[in-house]
């Protein structure tokens, strides 16, 4: 069963014991109800990492991400945690281009490939984030955007990689943190696109999944969720109350 992922990117927040608190809340208030077609991904800071990883495990359909790593296993890279470190913790996945390290903190395309393929080499389940900006949209190339990222993004890995260890996420960055949703139809048409891209790439069309982000919340997540070719959802401001985050993953 391919397995929807419901992710919580926590960004710049909380501290360790407000983390695992959270992360608690949602693992006990949503018990036994867990869908068995859905798990659950926490993407804590990298100090609340192990406690997060520690508070969670065991718990069946529960897993640890890291928000990012540099692409190599250890050296002289002041500030950074690599994929290794990752793993350490506990973290089975990692995140890879985000919006915000696309766009605040400059990473281009090409070093966001040499991150997919490390971390993959490294055993953690890598999510892609690719999206168009407003201007993109605009003028009418969220097709050439998405296309263009996706490519370079995984142009250096292999064909016959895991579909279950590579995961993308559409955000469009206008969506991300703005309240604002993509509509059901630009969902649709992009994440199709999407689908269609990943079969020409990597000839894995039908069984990479492929999340959705942008102002994803409670009262919008079960329509999004039931679109075709939406394999899950990553969710930022609306993951960071448990409460709130629980009824994403019920929705
Ligand atoms: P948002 O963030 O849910 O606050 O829009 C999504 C993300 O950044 O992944």
Redesign the pocket.
């Known amino acids: 069963m391919i397995k929807k992922i419901m992710a919580a990117?926590w960004?710049m927040h909380k501290t360790w014991d407000e983390a695992v608190q959270t992360a608690r809340e949602v693992v006990v208030g949503i018990g036994e109800d867990l869908p068995p077609d859905r798990e659950v991904v926490f993407f804590p800071s990298g100090t609340a990492l192990k406690a997060v990883g520690e508070s969670i495990n065991g718990q069946n359909g529960y897993f640890l991400g890291g928000q990012n790593f540099y692409p190599a296993a250890q050296g002289a890279y002041t500030g950074e945690i690599s994929p290794l470190q990752l793993a350490d913790a506990g973290c089975a996945y990692a995140l890879v281009g985000?919006?915000?390290r696309r766009h605040v903190l400059g990473e281009k395309d090409d070093f966001l490939a040499e991150k997919v393929i490390f971390g993959l080499s490294s055993n953690l389940k890598i999510i892609l984030c690719i999206g168009e900006t407003i201007d993109q949209r605009r003028q009418d190339r969220v097709e050439g955007v998405l296309a263009a990222q996706l490519q370079k993004g995984l142009e250096k890995i292999d064909q016959n990689v895991s579909a279950h260890d590579l995961v993308i996420a559409y955000?469009p960055v206008w969506?991300?943190?703005?309240g604002e949703t993509a509509t059901e139809d630009d969902i649709l048409q992009a994440h199709g696109f999407i689908r269609k891209m990943l079969k020409d790439l990597l000839n894995q069309g039908q069984e990479i999944r492929v999340l959705y982000?942008?102002?994803?919340k409670p009262d919008n997540c079960a329509r999004i969720i039931a679109l075709d070719n939406v394999d899950g959802v990553?969710?930022?401001?609306?993951?960071l109350k448990a409460d709130s985050f629980s009824r994403i993953v019920l929705a």
Do not use: F, R
């Open positions: 990117n960004k985000h919006s915000e955000e969506a991300i943190g703005t982000g942008g102002s994803v990553l969710v930022g401001g609306a993951s």
